[in-house]
């Protein structure tokens, strides 16, 4: 009886450590997963701000007024140097 006490704890002691290892498959599966759909979405939120800019550069193009509404708030908005400098702006903020 003890002998088969002893291989039934053994045989528990081995599937818990089985069920250990499956949660950990599990998690690290779920983990690849969670960063794939964060990848895909900041691509997508990526292209969507390519496309929506090009669609107001070539507005800005046709327009005067516009570009120059337009110019002004991202006057305010833009503080880098070199960001100010892909639109013409003064390398110095306009609030400063």
């Known amino acids: 009886m003890s002998q088969a006490l002893t291989k039934l704890e053994a045989s528990i002691e081995a599937q818990q450590k089985k069920l250990?290892?499956?949660?950990?498959?599990?998690?690290?599966?779920?983990?690849?997963?969670?960063?794939?759909?964060?990848?895909?979405?900041?691509?997508?939120?990526?292209?969507?701000?390519?496309?929506?800019?090009?669609?107001?550069?070539?507005?800005?193009?046709?327009?005067p007024e516009l570009r120059k509404q337009i110019l002004g708030k991202l006057s305010t908005f833009l503080s880098r140097p070199d960001d100010r400098a892909l639109f013409g702006l003064p390398s110095g903020h306009a609030s400063e």
């Open 20 to 63: 250990a290892q499956l949660k950990a498959q599990k998690q690290r599966i779920e983990a690849r997963q969670r960063a794939k759909e964060q990848g895909l979405a900041r691509k997508q939120d990526t292209r969507k701000k390519i496309l929506a800019g090009a669609l107001l550069l070539e507005l800005m193009e046709k327009d």
